[in-house]
């Protein structure tokens, strides 16, 4: 089934004269619950890993033998969403309660210790051929895969992500590695990713308006404000509440969810440089992996097909992985050689 992105409530480019110069694309990837093979691109599936390369691990010392279990994670996962279908209003019977109080307690490995290399979890994997505005990667390479290490224990703060990406020739795979080693625990559920197939669907997208030419973003900042008073005004005089009016940040510009190339946001904290640390070149958006495809500020960006669909809330988190609290990761690469290290931030 394919995802259609809604026409934008509002002609931006009208709206803002001189934006369409700063006009780009991106492809909103639409990861749903499925069954991908190892030929697919997928979120949270099979990767096409060859049997005799080394399996990333996570090598930094860190507490790594403490957690949840995946497999409880998956299965606990599938009784709340089988039983919120059932029971909309109720959910879990007191039977199913009772274990997923069981499913969600923490292990211990035995004999781990903060030193012992720890597998990652293959969190992605994307076949150029399947993404338009995927970059590319070093010489000829097609399939970008992506792993990251299931503790928040990493970086100056001791509660940073730690992320590898791999780009490899598809067609040089002979033979897949069909079980790769899997972290008997993890330390946050939000970075088990549930098997997702992809819709890839290219749209338009404009920058992060911080990002604009300064008097464009201060006309964007400007008319905001004034619609803002505008409601503000309405609200003392009805009391009722104005309804929402669409907006640059959340309605205009740049779409929610994974997605591959385009523009990153900056929501959180103010829009930073991200240079490479190789050549000093500015980098450009690689990929993003966002915990929800649309949230309460976003949902002009709800596919058509899933308009008013029984359990379309659920459609918002489909992977079920959540970056920091209930955001989004944006992963950079060097336009000048993509074999370079990558960047990130969280947002």
Known sequence: MTRTTPPRPLDVEKLYPGLA????????????????GV?????GGPLLWPVDEPWPVC?????????????????????????????????????????????????????????DPLPMLGVAQL????????????????????FWCPFDRHGRTGYGMSVRLVWRRSWEVTEVLRTPPRPEVVGY???????CVLHPEQVVTYPFAGTLPEELCARIDAAEEALEEVAEAAYEETGEEPADEPGYQYDLSIPPGWRAGGFASWHLTDPARM?????????????????SEWDGGSRS?????????PGGSRSATPTEVTVGRWGELNIFACPGDPGHPHRWSIQ
Do not use: F, K, N
């Open 301 to 309: 960006w709800i596919p058509l097909e899933e308009h008013g669909l």
């Open 21 to 36: 110069a700063h006009r780009g694309t991106t492809t909103r990837l639409h990861p749903r619950p499925g069954a991908p």
């Open 39 to 43: 030929a697919d691109s997928s979120v």
């Open 275 to 291: 240079d490479c640390a190789s050549c000093a070149t500015p980098m450009e958006l690689l990929l993003t992996v966002d915990s």
């Open 59 to 115: 090598t930094e010392p860190h507490p790594r033998a403490h957690g949840r279990r995946p497999v409880d994670i998956h299965r606990a996962r599938r009784i709340l969403g089988d039983a919120w279908a059932r029971d909309p209003v109720s959910g879990p019977t007191d039977e199913e309660r009772e274990l997923l109080t069981g499913l969600g307690r923490e292990h211990r490995v035995a004999d781990l210790a903060d030193t």
């Open 127 to 146: 076949y150029r051929r399947d993404v338009p505005d995927l970059r590319p990667g070093p010489e000829d390479h097609d399939l970008l895969q992506v």
């Open 189 to 195: 559920e939000g970075y088990v990713a549930e098997p």
